[in-house]
């Protein structure tokens, strides 16, 4: 009897510490899935919190092409209120658009690493999702602002274009009517010098002044009729030595000094259009009253004493 039982007792204990043999391995395996676990969620934090400082800095990224001091949006504002676009402003305007086209392929890259890296890290948050659904949103905004960039400088070029063009049509024109008006006051001036000439030529009297023996000598006059030496008249010899006479412009000058106390003027001058006055000690002027009808007769002979 107390065989079977201790046999009993014997068969119970083994069983017993099978058992906990059993459950000590189940609760190491546990324990060390537990760890397992622990440490897979730690590395998911830290990929996580690796993804949202990595969207956060791409964010920055983006803002920052339109944020800056010299921005797009600047950009585009400067680019609206021009009518025209200098080289060096359109330059200067392409340059400044492909910096930002650069900032933004920058940003796409580090956007498709981003998601590559959770992919393969098998992290799925809808969160994370939805911000990088939203940086991809913002990258066509300013995808959308690069384009409208580029046109607008396009258009901007094709004006200045235009307006070259216009401009060296006005030139054009501008030189051909500054030859014409070269040509016209070349011919006015020709025109005037000629007037002048005739002016000068009409109004120029030519005049001499002497004593009656002097005169004669120089055979400007000759004395016709009279008796044995009286009673002679003085009257121009019709024949006229140029070199003896004075030009005077009757349109600018109207007298002449006559230095003698008495003077006569013996040429065919209507006597209405002049008159013979003293002018001092002797010294005569004759004075022009009417140069048009003066002048009929050019060569005026004046003959003193």
Known sequence: MRKSVLTILIIVLVLLLGASGTF?????????????LQAEEQATRDRY???INEIATIQDSLNAIVMGADGAAALKTELDAERV?????????????????AGIERARSRIQELEDNLAASDVKIAGLEKMIGNLRSSISEKETMVAQLTVRVSELQTQVAGLN????QNKQVIQAQTTTIQSHESTIQTQVVKLEDTRRALGTIYYTIGSKDDLKEAGSIVST?????LGKTVRPSGKLNLGQFTA????KENTILIPADEAKVVSDQPLGSYSLELA?????????????????????????G
């Open 248 to 251: 005077l412009d009757t349109d």
């Open 225 to 229: 009729g009279g008796f044995l030496g």
């Open 49 to 51: 919190g690796m993804a």
């Open 165 to 168: 063009a216009e401009v060296q």
């Open 85 to 101: 676009l200098s080289q060096d402003r359109k330059d200067a305007a392409l340059e400044r658009i492909s910096e930002i086209k």
């Open 280 to 304: 001092g000690e002797d010294q005569m002027q004759l004075r022009i009253l009417d140069p048009q009808a003066f002048r009929t007769v050019k060569h005026l002979i004046i003959v003193t």
């Open 24 to 36: 000590y391995a189940k609760f190491q395996k546990s324990k060390a899935s537990y760890a397992a």
